[in-house]
């Protein structure tokens, strides 16, 4: 279970880096979209497997529902990680230059770390701040939703037989079980239907940019060695977000046009992304909150069921967010760096081409444009896209240890015996997530709007 846990982990950044190197910024919110949709697949096929009698369809891999759940699970991983790395080439990192100096070795790697803290681009520092108040939220529904189910459904039970066996319990609470279960796969199909259905209406945040060599078709520099790579994103240094958007020389952004579609007629003028990702904290501590009011285990599942709108949102909208802006960032350096080596006299080049340090000494006491060495030395102290979707996986891990705690104190002050009705601690601890929503929609409420 815990190398489960662990590769789950590793692998969740990488993800979401194979979508941003391959995909431009304005392709970000669909591709993220469809990640989105096909884990709500996985989510309703887990959900699935959970509601039915694993140990008798598959013996082979174990005698518990648990191992059976675990054994599936690795093989679903290790087939799709091995289908996805078969199929996706990357570009070699080689081509780029050799890796920084600063970036050797584990201490290195701890130095860029914090670094790519320090330089972390506004934007993406805002969403993850979001981030680690929504998953203080997320926490205990994912983990208690179906004791909430199961607890509605055992009250009157146990109030009507208060002298029941530990046997009668236990018969009752995986009756109850299945029945959080079942609350649980309406709430995955909910979440996935939302996710086909909610970008329909979401205005696109980017808009698709042209390549600087699109932007300047008569310059010769095209056959430039230096112009003819594309970086790795994943691997490509972050600038700041707030830079503003380049023009092209006839003055207007390098936007594509307005062209309209029949799907972009769907779509809700003033909704972005950042504005739905707010209404679906909103949205969850609503449904937290609810809680007060529901004492029956089908309106239990009914709230459940609603809640997968605000997840379908959350497997989208960060990622997405923080993928379009990585990859603008990277479309607007290279355009920056395509104006500068315009302008720099090819005697520069040849000068760089020989390694000269001290010609590039005098250049810049000459006055002359910074050229390539510039550039590197930039670049080694600014975030890694790589490392800032690590970071983000931190954002989304380490509130669930604060809020595991908080849980442990609320199931310690509020928790009766177990046989006995009515015991309302689980919804205290899922009103603690709705509080941390309210928390999370008032940071996502700080986002800046791009409709570039």
């Not at 501590?285 to 949102?313: E, K, N, P, R």
């Not at 080596?341 to 000459?366: F, I």
Request: aromatic share 12%; net charge negative.
């Amino acid at each position: 279970m815990y190398c489960l846990d662990f590769a789950i982990n590793t692998v969740q950044a990488g993800i979401r880096a194979f979508i941003v190197d391959n995909a431009p910024p304005h392709q970000q919110e669909s591709a993220n979209a469809w990640a989105s949709r096909l884990t709500g697949v996985g989510n309703i096929l887990g959900y699935i497997f959970g509601y039915l009698d694993l140990p008798k369809i598959f013996p082979f891999f174990g005698n518990t529902q648990f191992k059976v759940l675990c054994a599936l699970s690795s093989l679903a991983l290790a087939i799709t990680l091995s289908i996805s790395c078969s199929y996706i080439h990357e570009r070699d990192p080689r081509l780029e230059g050799p890796p920084s100096s600063d970036s050797q070795g584990i201490l290195g790697f701890f130095r860029q770390v914090f670094k790519s803290i320090k330089f972390l681009p506004p934007q993406i520092a805002k969403v993850c701040e979001v981030q680690l108040a929504a998953w203080v939220g997320w926490f205990p529904f994912l983990f208690y939703a179906t004791t909430y189910i199961g607890q509605l459904y055992v009250n009157p039970i146990f109030d009507q037989h208060p002298d029941l066996s530990e046997d009668d319990i236990n018969k009752a609470w995986e009756e109850a079980t299945r029945i959080g279960t079942f609350a649980l796969l309406i709430y995955a199909i909910i979440s996935f239907i939302a996710n086909m259905v909610l970008p329909l209406f979401v205005v696109p945040t980017y808009r698709p940019i042209t390549r600087p060599e699109q932007a300047y078709p008569d310059t010769p520099e095209e056959n430039e060695p230096c112009l003819s790579r594309r970086m790795s994103i994943s691997s490509l240094p972050v600038g700041v977000a707030s830079e503003p958007a380049l023009e092209t020389p006839s003055g207007k952004p390098t936007g594509s046009g307005d062209e309209s579609t029949w799907l972009s007629k769907l779509q809700i003028p003033g909704l972005t992304l950042r504005r739905a990702w707010l209404i679906s904290h909103v949205l969850f501590a609503v449904c937290m909150f609810s809680t007060f009011f529901i004492s029956s285990y089908q309106a239990g599942s009914a709230i459940i069921g609603l809640v997968g709108i605000s997840w379908a949102l959350t497997l989208w909208a960060p990622f997405a967010l923080i993928s379009a802006e990585v990859s603008r960032i990277d479309a607007e350096r290279r355009t920056r760096r395509h104006q500068a080596e315009m302008e720099v006299p090819p005697e520069h080049y040849a000068a760089d081409d020989h390694g000269d340090g001290a010609d590039y000494d005098e250049d810049l006491e000459n006055g002359a444009r910074p050229r390539r060495a510039k550039v590197k030395n930039e670049e080694e102290n600014l975030a890694q896209a790589g490392i800032i979707l690590g970071l983000h996986n931190v954002a989304v891990s380490a509130p669930q240890i604060f809020s595991s705690l908080i849980s442990s104190a609320i199931f310690k002050a509020f928790q009766k015996p177990r046989g006995e009705p009515w015991d309302d601690s689980v919804g205290w601890v899922l009103r603690f997530g709705g509080c941390a929503a309210l928390v999370a929609a008032w940071l996502a409420s700080r986002l800046g709007d791009r409709t570039a």
